[in-house]
Nanobody, 123 residues
Framework: QVQLVESGGGLVQSGDSLRLSCASS????????VAWFRRAPGKERTFVGS????????YYADSAEGRFTVSRDNAKKTVYLQIHSLKPEDTAVYFC????????????????WGQGTQVTVSP
């Protein structure tokens, strides 16, 4: 089992870049595929992108292609979400989630979830 903790959120300006981190305060994250989701104000949580346990394969939502990059550093046991050219519509709580195998983007497939980190993008 893993206990996930997100960090790196905050208040940024439109056009800025931001890197969010997902680490495990308990358990070894290296054994898990990890995905990022986000929940914008008043909306449901949606899939952003995911990465397999070795970092050799990634998958993104269509809306995330080009500005979002998921990566991982297994030496640091951390998964990242890099966001470029932030827009006000990127304002959301960003969550990382983990599961044993890679593939699929439905929330129900993910066993472990973090509490989320708030990203607010000002115009």
């Amino acid at each position: 089992q893993v206990q996930l903790v997100e960090s790196g959120g905050g208040l940024v300006q439109s056009g800025d870049s931001l890197r969010l981190s997902c680490a495990s305060s308990r358990g070894d994250l290296n054994w898990y595929a990890v995905a990022w989701f986000r929940r914008a104000p008043g909306k449901e949580r949606t899939f952003v992108g995911s990465i397999n346990y070795s970092g050799t394969s990634t998958y993104y939502a269509d809306s995330a292609e080009g500005r979002f990059t998921v990566s991982r550093d297994n030496a640091k046991k951390t998964v990242y979400l890099q966001i470029h050219s932030l827009k006000p519509e990127d304002t959301a709580v960003y969550f990382c989630a983990a599961k044993d195998n890679y593939g699929g983007k439905e929330e129900r497939l993910f066993t472990f979830w973090g509490q989320g980190t708030q990203v607010t993008v000002s115009p």
